[in-house]
């Protein structure tokens, strides 16, 4: 069975896909990355983000 996300456990519930083509999990249990609800606009997970910081918004 294949495994996801930052706990590397298999898909369940809501999941998120990381829009970094080259990201290595891809995609994201909502609960594992902090998220109750789809984001608007793009999402880059914080592994993507810390690599290239011009994908972290301005909060």
Do not use: S
């Not at 456990?9 to 999990?25: A, F, H, L, T, V």
């Not at 880059?44 to 301005?58: E, H, I, L, V």
């Amino acid at each position: 069975q294949q495994v996801w996300c930052i706990c590397r456990e298999p898909k369940y519930g809501k999941m998120i896909c990381c829009d970094n083509d080259d990201c290595q999990i891809q995609w994201f249990h909502f609960p594992c990355v902090g998220l109750n609800r789809e984001p608007k606009g793009t999402w880059y997970c914080d592994n993507c983000k810390a690599q290239n910081p011009a994908k972290n918004p301005k909060q």
